[in-house]
């Protein structure tokens, strides 16, 4: 088996399996506890770390490819990836505040506020878009630069977790229980996993695919990164300064990650 694929695969498996045991998590009660109590932390630095990791590694690959790509260098080539990371963006916006109203990453949902079943699952359709490009993301970086491919797997597992507990407490306000929880993240961990192997194979196919996807993927990172995790952690920051102070952690987690891949994985 190609490298790069189990590479790809190790990242799609281990991506799915944070967003299981993100939704299992609210049932120790004693590992809930603390989980709680940290989740706006993971999820500050998580926000931080995609943000870094789209603005400075994946725009740059974008704009670097577009610019390869048109007959002559020039600069209006790039409207055309620009306009695709904003359909990412918002086609993001569409599917999880427009098909899916109900959809809000963060401890949201509590047993005493019940929402219907349809609204919980119709909110963790819309999530299934998101979760899609995720693997997207991470299969298309990775065909860019093997480095890329890391920091944007990095990025996409620290939101895992906070994503698979909001699942879990959705499907638990719904009136469900363990079963359906593990189903339903489940579930959304596969798309991350589908999503890797899709664009794999198809990029494979095609070379200049990853020219369209890594835009729209870029546009649904920073979606995700500046529309859904930083209102969460200005929501829950409060006057505690040191969850706003995480957000710039996660940046400079990026850079050391950033420094140490390009100082030990050579060209």
Not at 1 to 26: E, K, P, R, S, Y
Not at 134 to 155: M, P, T
Not at 179 to 200: D, N, R
Request: charged share 10%; net charge negative; glycine share 10%.
């Amino acid at each position: 088996m190609d490298t790069g694929l189990v590479q790809l695969l190790v990242f799609g498996i281990v991506a799915a399996l944070a967003n299981v045991l993100g939704g299992l998590i609210l049932f120790p009660v004693g590992v809930q506890k603390i989980y709680k109590k940290s989740l706006k932390y993971i999820l500050a630095l998580g926000a931080g770390f995609m943000l870094a990791v789209s603005f400075v590694d994946v725009l740059p690959e974008v704009v670097e490819l577009w610019l390869k790509k048109g007959d002559s260098v020039s600069s209006e080539n790039l409207i055309y990836p620009m306009i695709l990371l904003l359909g990412g963006y918002l086609l993001t916006q569409f599917f999880e505040h427009t098909v899916a109203p109900h959809f809000h990453l963060g401890e949201e949902v509590q047993a005493d506020h019940l929402i219907s079943t349809r609204s919980a699952y119709t909110a963790i359709g819309g999530l299934l878009i998101h979760t899609f490009f995720d693997g997207v993301s991470i299969s298309a970086a990775a065909q860019v630069d093997y480095r890329v491919g890391i920091l944007v797997f990095i990025a996409v597992f620290l939101h895992k977790f906070p994503e698979g507990f909001t699942i879990a407490s959705m499907v638990l306000a719904a009136g469900k229980g363990r079963k359906e929880v593990l189903a339903a993240t489940s579930l959304v961990g596969l798309t991350t996993l589908l999503g890797v192997l899709v664009f794999y194979f198809v990029g494979a196919n095609g070379g200049l695919t990853v020219a369209y996807a890594l835009p729209v993927a870029c546009g649904v990172t920073i979606y995700v990164a500046a529309s859904d995790l930083i209102p969460e952690v200005n929501h829950h920051g409060g006057k505690r300064p040191l969850v706003s102070l995480s957000v710039f952690a996660g940046v400079a987690l990026f850079f050391l990650v950033h420094s140490i891949l390009h100082s030990v994985l050579e060209e």
